[in-house]
């Protein structure tokens, strides 16, 4: 075996131990969670499993032959049983008796429903009459690169018997539904000691009599085609070699950080975008090769990278030697309005009398020499996936290419999936998006009280969220916490001292590259000092003015520079305090830094508004809860200030305000989620005091 072969083989993760004693259901489970544990089996959300199961039918209480199969968007990595769709066979049987003819097909996923088992409200997916129809007990569906990179040759049969024999049989290209249920059943009948299937352009079928015999089958197979293509794809460059150099990896960052808020803001026109940026090797050697442009222009084969990342990408023309960003960001309305211009032809020529509208016509894929390549959708995990999906095009289209020619899909077949009736369903299907979904926010001091609340919020709404604070270990924590409770798509953090201008340039560059750009600031970082005047240093002043108005103004300037190029708007809150607008005794650096914030918030609302960029101010008071500016010598001096002790200070606070009530860092959160969202679109300059009500701060 080729050297390169034995590194890239499948595991086999069969555990019999972790096995032993589990129902058939239960392994089925199993066996579709260790081949969805590795990518390069199939994708999230990619690929199928199922067993035939005998259970009792609750009606009658006689066995019944039952199909487990992967329900509707369901992911065999991750899904738990509930995942599975239940359907009795001898009705899924029944429906042959039903079916039309392939013009008709689409008609059959209505009659599903009618053969659940046992009222699981799980949805079966199209895929549902591939399995049932195999006579075998156990079916693996999956998306191996190396198998498709065979399937998406131009001579896919040929190299299908030269590597397998007859042992793996292969099908012609057919859109997955009812109709290919019937071709996978007639084949089986007809090569009873097959033990699978390659389809054309799409992936493997394998089955087995157990769900152990099926996964071995599974990972054999993969493997074979593994070592096959290895020993082939390391006698010649990849793609036509290399003409291109990678810039090294801090120009990479510095290319799409200015990259990708100008894309985002061409391509959020109907809905705010959420990049993704993939520098990996195997990116770098596509992006850099000869071949790329017309491998890219082909689009992908599989079905399922095709409805992740479109017809095909949009080829960025930078010049990693010519270093001509500036050129090409002149030329991107340009570059993505020729695209917009390609796609919506794509959808004329193919469109049918009832096709859905057509959808947004901007690329999911973007390929830049020398730099990676980023991907925009929605969400920053479907942007994500829909990377991962793209680098396993390009596996396939590195393994097609050594062995024979690659071949996409071809172009009436690849609208006929993207606009299939069925699959326009699902995604009416979708719920619908939260109201700060799609958004991207930066919150410094993120690792305090305020600062984490407001990111819980925004999470909470749909937002990706970046922690800013200078305390490194304390950001750790916040981030680990929040993102294990919200995911780690969607959090990250940097550490940024406000008033390091290069650090929070920095900071900013790092979230364009990690979200794709920002649309929200909550300038929350915070110092807080107590002495008389006579008793207050330069020293101490300046301190005070450097975080709480020189900070203030380097990451509004920051916030307002990206969202100028991105030209979509934006939001900066200021978490001030009622100390800017109230004077307080023995505070008055700490007051003048906080009002010198409240007249800069101000003077920018001026500024921004002609961009659609609102400024607003959140005046809190007294949240003495997970505030860090409240640890150490700032409570003791407080606390003198209005002769009490620590614990007295809180009730002090609570009965001079006018409600009587204490003020949380989820109360001043709250109000930072409402003038990120869409409910104050129509304010900017204005001051929202969470106080429990202090007169001398009313605003006037």
Known sequence: MHKTAGKQLLENRWDAVAAKGMSESDLLLYRSNILGSDKRVTNYGGGNTSAKVMETDPLTGKPVEVLWVKGSGGDIGSMKKDGFSTL????????????????????????????????????ASIDTPLHAYVPRKHVDHVHADAIIAI??????????????????????????????????????????????VVLESHGLFTWADTAKACYDTTIEIINIATAWLAER?????????????????????????????????????????????????????????????????????????????????????????????????????DQIAAYRADYTAYYERCKHPDSPALRDPNAVVYLVPGVGMITFARDKATAR??????????????????VSTYCGLPEQEAFDIEYWLLEEAKLQRMPKPKSLAGRVALVTGGAGGIGSATAERYLAEGACVVLADINEDNLRDAQARISGKYGRDVVRSVVMNVTDEAAVDAAFAETAVEFGGIDILVSNAGIASSAPVEDTTLALWNKNMD??????????????????????????????????????????????????????????ALEGAEAGIRVNVVNPDAVLRGSKIWEGEWLEQRAGTYKTDKEGLEEMYRQRSLLKRSVYPEDIAEACYFFAAETSSKSTGNILNVDAGNVQSFTR
Not at 151 to 164: D, G, P, V
């Open 88 to 123: 009795y066979m001898d009705k899924l049987n029944a429906l042959k008796g039903l079916y039309r003819g392939v013009a008709f097909e689409d008609e059959m996923v209505g009659y599903l429903p009618h053969c659940t088992f046992n009222l699981n409200p799980r949805a």
């Open 385 to 402: 996936i829909s990377g991962e999906f793209y680098v396993n095009a390009i596996n396939v289209m590195r393994g097609a290419s050594a």
């Open 233 to 333: 794809t390391a006698k010649a460059p990849a793609f036509g070699g290399a003409i291109h150099d990678s810039l090294p990896e801090e120009a990479r960052c510095a290319v799409a950080a200015r990259l990708m808020p100008a894309i985002r803001g061409f391509v959020s026109g109907q809905f705010p975008m959420v990049g993704h940026f993939n520098d990996s090797p195997e990116v770098l050697e596509f992006v850099n090769a000869r071949d790329m442009p017309a491998l890219a222009a082909l689009g992908t084969s599989c079905p399922d990278h095709f409805l992740r990342t479109k017809i095909r990408p949009l080829v960025i023309g930078f010049d990693p030697k010519a270093g001509n960003l500036d050129a090409v960001l002149a030329g991107l309305a």
């Open 151 to 196: 399937a998406a040759s131009e001579n896919s049969r040929e190299l299908t018997q030269q590597i397998f024999g007859a042992r793996i049989g292969w099908l012609p290209w057919k859109r997955p539904g009812y109709e290919l249920g019937l071709w996978l059943e007639k084949f089986c009948l007809e090569n009873p000691d097959a033990d699978g």
């Open 547 to 604: 975080i709480l108005s020189t900070g203030y103004f380097l990451v509004s300037r920051a916030a307002f520079r990206l969202m100028r190029v991105q030209d979509m708007g934006g939001s900066i809150v200021f978490v001030a305090s009622k100390n800017g607008l109230a004077a307080s005794p023995n505070a008055s650096a700490y007051c003048t830094a906080k009002a010198a914030e409240i007249h800069l918030a101000r003077c920018l």
